[in-house]
């Protein structure tokens, strides 16, 4: 119980820090294939209710939580990325277009999907995320941060 109220606490911290409010947040989810009430998000927040993994992951992406474990006081010290922020912007913006945009994009780049190996079409990933899994972790600081 402890941990799901630190889960919900952090989760609403998130939301706060990230300025949206339950609709705007409701309104993204259903967007996403997940249509929830703002009664069910203050459920998640108060510790109530438990989203499931699909949401939970969503919501973390959408309040732009980069280090899930460290967040919510799983590892005392955060991961450093091996993707800059703006180009994990740059990709997640990217994913979000249709295929007709991300060709148009690779033309503009100059880089022809023809001529791209089957080694390197093999696994595109579709998130930032993703694409972040590819790389192993490299080991942080030993600061504890302090979750409340």
Do not use: W
């Not at 510790?47 to 732009?64: K, M, Q, V």
């Not at 280090?67 to 450093?80: H, N, Q, S």
């Not at 990325?81 to 100059?110: P, T, V």
Request: glycine letters at 4%; charged letters at 25%; a negative charge.
């Amino acid at each position: 119980m402890e941990t799901d109220l630190k889960i919900s606490n952090k989760l609403k911290a998130l939301r706060k820090a990230s300025g949206l409010s339950t609709n705007q947040v409701c309104e993204h989810l259903k967007k996403c294939g997940y249509i929830i009430a703002p009664k069910t998000l203050y459920g998640y927040e108060s510790g109530h209710r438990t989203p499931n993994a699909d949401i939970f992951l969503e919501l973390c992406s959408y309040y732009n939580c980069q280090d899930i474990l460290f967040e919510f006081g799983y590892t005392d010290a955060p991961r450093k990325s091996l993707i800059s922020s703006d180009a994990s912007e740059i990709y997640s913006k990217y994913c979000e277009l249709s295929k007709d945009g991300q060709n148009i994009i690779r033309n503009a780049l100059g880089i022809n999907e023809n001529e791209m190996s089957e080694e390197s079409t093999s696994f595109i990933p579709d998130t930032p995320e993703e694409l972040e899994s590819l790389y192993p972790p490299i080991e942080a600081s030993n600061e504890k941060k302090n979750i409340s």
